[in-house]
T-cell receptor, first 111, second 112 residues
Framework: GQNIDQPTEMTATEGAIVQINCTYQ??????LFWYQQHAGEAPTFLSY????GLEEKGRFSSFLSRSKGYSYLLLKELQMKDSASYLC????????????FGTGTRLTVIP | ETGVTQTPRHLVMGMTNKKSLKCEQH?????MYWYKQSAKKPLELMFV???????ENNSVPSRFSPECPNSSHLFLHLHTLQPEDSALYLC???????????FGDGTRLSIL
């Protein structure tokens, strides 16, 4: 079966750096995705890692270690608008469920 | 982003009603998806259409019935729903099943 673990909630200060961790157990791994979802809105795609290492995209970076079943999303220079849920999702090569989501981490940015 | 459009945004219906949710994508994608998002639960995949071929999650009750008339449109037909079906229903599309998915804003469904 598939399993994803990420913290339920985190709080960080405006201007700071925050790291949201995600660990997974899966078969047929085909990459790891991060999505951002503001309350009442659609999830929006942030990043995709299929190989080990760090992918940087502006203030956001995502890291993957396939051997450890571990990923993190790093948010720098936090802004109030970064308050949202961050969803870790694993891509699967086979089966009907080709994208398996975690429950998400609700990040609150405080002044 | 207006690439994936869902209607209606909100729907309240009784358990004996029949209604349909609509999704349209303007991204030229070949795969479309229905997800259910309940409070404090992960997104649950309900149905996938890839090149108009349906792949479904076997745990979805038969009171949910999808329809994909072409690669740009997707419907979810609802009948005799239960209160536990109240949730946010999200549509998504992707170029193919390995690519990132783009989501619509969802339909907030409430069953009375």
């Amino acid at each position: 079966g598939q399993n994803i673990d990420q913290p339920t909630e985190m709080t960080a200060t405006e201007g700071a750096i925050v790291q949201i961790n995600c660990t997974y157990q899966t078969s047929g791994f085909n990459g790891l995705f991060w999505y951002q979802q503001h309350a009442g809105e659609a999830p929006t795609f942030l990043s995709y890692n299929v190989l080990d290492g760090l992918e940087e995209k502006g203030r956001f970076s995502s890291f993957l270690s396939r051997s450890k079943g571990y990923s993190y999303l790093l948010l720098k220079e936090l802004q109030m608008k970064d308050s949202a849920s961050y969803l870790c999702a694993v891509g699967l090569k086979t089966g009907a469920n080709n994208l398996f989501f975690g429950t998400g981490t609700r990040l609150t940015v405080i002044p | 982003e207006t690439g994936v459009t869902q209607t209606p945004r909100h729907l309240v219906m009784g358990m004996t009603n029949k209604k349909s949710l609509k999704c349209e994508q303007h991204l030229g994608h070949n795969a479309m998806y229905w997800y259910k998002q309940s409070a404090k639960k992960p997104l649950e995949l309900m149905f996938v259409y890839s090149l108009e071929e349906r792949v479904e999650n076997n745990s979805v009750p038969s009171r949910f019935s999808p329809e994909c008339p072409n690669s740009s449109h997707l419907f979810l037909h609802l009948h005799t729903l239960q209160p536990e079906d109240s949730a946010l229903y999200l549509c998504a599309s992707s170029q193919d099943r390995a690519q990132p998915q783009h989501f619509g804003d969802g339909t907030r469904l409430s069953i009375l």
